[in-house]
């Protein structure tokens, strides 16, 4: 009797096809994003992208700090098939709701300093009224981790295009009667609780919110304890990303930062395919077993970095057209920034692969080593070059940082594979 046997996945088939989508999802919500930005430029100038930048990051990095890293901690939950799911998802859930009533009320608590440091020019009532984002922001970024560690990976990426493209409906109704920081906090508000309620209407058709039992404590603090060790390593690649945006508004002003955020976002592209392939393995790698994890995280190594500086190039071709015609001459400055960027992202995929094995075989706190030491070479730069060369200094600090922390990372990996396979060896 012959065996019929069912032929193995095409695994690569199946990577390509989920980091091509989740691409797309990356390339749509920046593409909103960008359409928001030139609107707010066209309206307000350098000095309200400025205030467009600030309202958008400052709440998320406050997210990020008060709801325990539940972003990168459920899908490793989600995903392991060890753990009871009647418990793991009401406790993921009220986790979610905590921590972004405590963002809120942390952020309110600042309120006057992070007027002084940031909003002085725009007044006291924007910095008090970004409290909400700072709430409300939590919702989605978790939402989307839920997402994916339940394998819905299609709508995982379509979360991300639907979190930045309902701003723009949003934002232009608001245009008919209102401008400055007001609208734009408003339209950020609105966009975030539809954004929330079009996620948790997808996890409800995938029966999440079934068969739940009791939240459990034990497990809460199991996720916290997992969420913390990669949560530094989350927000220090916020800060990798964002530090210079907060240095720059501080010390350089809004219209400098308006110039810089141009620029950065921009190069940013080219970091597109490491964050799908992130998004993508992360699950993955939690459901292999390590040494398998590690073989492929191995195999995948130069093509993430030959596909990053394949993406680099057109891009650098691109700004010394693309920037101007599109921003106009008010923004001529991002130019040289742009380049440098750039440079310093080439490595950008590779360092996504890695965290997505590290993340997967339950090791998040070495993520957060290596791009600590990415800031720290971040805080000495900024603080050194920002006054005297601005938006330029800003641009070689982070360049630089990204190269550490990417360099890091392999060190890390290539220490950990090797203690895996001797274990399995043993």
């Not at 539940?70 to 986790?95: C, I, K, N």
């Not at 001529?332 to 590290?358: C, E, K, R």
């Not at 922390?405 to 392999?410: C, G, I, K, P, R």
Request: charged share 15%; net charge positive.
């Amino acid at each position: 009797m012959t065996e019929t046997r069912t032929p193995a996945p095409d695994l690569r088939g199946r990577l390509v096809a989920l980091v091509a989508g989740n691409m797309a999802g990356r390339i749509g919500a920046l593409a909103s994003l960008g359409v928001a930005t030139v609107m707010v430029a066209r309206i307000g100038g350098p000095a309200l992208v400025g205030a467009f930048t600030l309202v958008r990051i400052l709440p998320g990095l406050l997210c990020h700090l008060s709801n325990a890293g539940l972003p990168g901690a459920a899908p490793f939950f989600l995903a392991g098939q060890e753990y009871d799911q009647s418990r793991v998802r009401p406790t993921l859930v009220w986790m979610t709701v905590g921590g972004a009533a405590a963002g809120g009320l942390v952020w309110l608590a600042l309120s006057p300093l992070l007027y002084l440091l940031f909003f002085d020019s725009f007044g006291i009532w924007v910095a008090v009224a970004a409290a909400v984002p700072a709430f409300t922001q939590g919702f989605v970024s978790v939402g989307k981790g839920l997402l994916q560690g339940t394998d819905d990976l299609r709508g995982a990426a379509l979360a991300i295009t639907v979190e930045e493209f309902v701003f723009l409906p949003i934002y232009l109704v608001i245009l008919i009667g209102w401008y400055g920081p007001g609208a734009l906090i408003t339209g950020l508000v609105l966009a975030d609780l539809a954004a929330a309620a079009w996620i948790a209407a997808r996890l409800r058709r995938r029966g999440f919110f079934a068969g739940w039992g009791r939240p459990d404590r034990a497990l809460g603090r199991r996720i916290a304890a997992y969420g913390m060790r990669g949560q530094l390593g989350q927000l220090v690649d916020l800060l990798n990303l964002r530090l210079d945006v907060a240095f720059l508004g501080a010390m350089a002003g809004p219209s400098v930062l308006g110039v810089y955020t141009v620029a950065s976002k921009f190069a940013e592209l080219v970091q597109l395919p490491g964050l799908a392939v992130n998004y993508v393995l992360y699950p993955d790698f939690a459901k292999e077993d390590r040494r398998t994890a590690g073989d492929r995280t191995a195999k995948l190594v130069l093509p993430a970095l030959v596909v990053s500086a394949v993406s680099a190039l057109p891009l650098a071709l691109l700004a010394g057209t693309v920037l101007p015609l599109v921003f106009g001459d008010a923004f001529d400055g991002a130019l040289t920034p742009t380049y440098i960027l750039l440079g310093g992202l080439i490595t950008f995929g590779v360092s996504g692969l890695v965290m997505a094995y590290l993340y997967g075989v339950g090791s998040p706190g070495l993520t957060s080593l290596a791009q600590a030491a990415g800031l720290t070479v971040t805080i000495a730069l900024d603080l050194a070059l920002i006054p005297r060369f601005g938006a330029t200094g800003a641009a070689v600090a982070s360049a630089l940082s990204y190269s550490t922390t990417t360099v890091a990372l392999l060190l890390f990996f290539t220490r950990l594979k090797r203690r895996f396979q001797h274990d399995r060896q043993d």
